[in-house]
């Protein structure tokens, strides 16, 4: 039977409010290889942010009880997830995908893959009172989002959505914020109103109209799936296509239908996304980017990577 592991959050209603609190720790698992879970928490008033790096051998099942009703908003920068909602409903997060979501009071579950590597998130908590000013009257997501968080529901149809350039930037800079106490707080607060800006005009993006069938698209779904998982595996049109059970013409014209890009220009997103989270986060050399990004010459990876972000992979390094 699969063990549950149990992690409490603390309250964010104005009852429980602190001014500032930052603490680290280690969830250490038992197994044959080392893995555990390394926590960086803050709160402060009506926020907490959970940064959160991780290696586990098997899946594992998460028991989180929260002591309060929140919003949550999820950077999945490594690794995959499930949140398991009230009513059953499983919301499934890849590698390099933001989601928001609403929890009411109680235990939350989440299921975590197991991770050839390490994986690692970043949650943003607030309170429904902390957002109702930003929301009631922000752009038409946010206003509906917050008729659908009173009215109880857990997600925002769409699920999912990559993380974009934007705000990897600004993720890189609430990671590495260099200030102290109160004034941390200040910045982190500071970024998390730029964060909540950048989802709530990434959903606020109206969905293309489609002609596609619903099983072409669960399956153009489960393609999109796939190289968010294999980043930097060399996975072919064919390839894709055999896999998937969905022929070639409908997985070009499909995807670029649904996600408004075609597979090739999907591919190339991810994979510079995860060599700018190599860089950043992991700390490789440029060389152990391209290496294991799949590039079988260095120079190819510079190019790509300049070409995308307008500047030399090695300025990450200084």
Same mark, same amino acid.
């Given at each position: ?18 001014d500032f609190s930052e603490k680290a720790y280690d969830l250490t698992l038992e197994g044959d ?12 008033? &009506? ?20 002591? &309060? /009703? ?10 995959? &997830? ?28 989440? @299921? ?93 993006? @109206?969905?293309?109209? /489609? ?56 591919? /190339? ?18 060389f152990e980017v391209s290496d294991r990004l799949g590039y ?17 992979? &090695?300025?990450?390094?200084?």
């Amino acid at each position: 039977m699969m063990r549950e592991i149990q992690i409490h959050r603390d309250s964010l209603q104005e009852s429980h409010y602190v001014d500032f609190s930052e603490k680290a720790y280690d969830l250490t698992l038992e197994g044959d290889v080392a893995q555990g879970f390394q926590f960086k928490e803050v709160s402060f008033r &009506s926020l907490q942010l959970v940064d959160c790096d991780y290696r586990i051998a098997e899946a594992e099942h998460i028991a989180l009880d929260l002591e &309060s /009703t929140v919003l949550e908003m999820h950077f999945r920068l490594g690794g995959n &997830s499930t949140a398991v909602c009230d009513n059953g409903l499983e919301v499934y997060v890849n590698g390099l995908e933001h989601s928001i979501l609403f929890h009411t009071k109680g235990q939350k579950k989440i @299921k975590m893959q197991k991770t050839e590597k390490s994986g690692s998130f970043l949650e943003i908590r607030a309170s429904v009172a902390a957002l109702e000013p930003m929301f009631s009257q922000g752009n038409d997501f946010q206003q509906r989002f917050f008729d659908h968080l009173i009215q109880g529901h857990h997600y925002w149809p769409g699920y999912t959505l990559p993380i974009t350039p934007e705000m990897f930037t600004v993720i890189h800079q609430l990671k590495t914020c260099p200030y102290k106490g109160m004034m941390k707080s200040f910045y982190l607060e500071s970024k998390f109103k730029e964060l909540i800006i950048l989802q709530a005009d990434a959903y606020d993006d @109206k969905p293309v109209a /489609t002609s596609l069938k619903s099983a072409d698209i669960e399956k153009l779904y489960a393609v999109k799936a796939f190289i968010d998982v294999n980043v930097g595996s060399n996975t072919t049109l064919a390839y894709l296509s055999e896999n998937m059970l969905i022929s070639t013409k409908k997985l070009t014209q499909g995807f670029k239908q649904l996600f408004n890009c075609s597979v090739f220009e999907y591919k /190339t997103e991810v994979m510079m996304q995860r060599a700018k989270h190599l860089l950043l986060e992991e700390k490789l050399y440029v060389f152990e980017v391209s290496d294991r990004l799949g590039y079988k010459n260095q120079q190819h990876f510079t190019v790509a990577f300049k070409k995308r972000f307008g500047y030399l992979p &090695s300025l990450l390094k200084q």
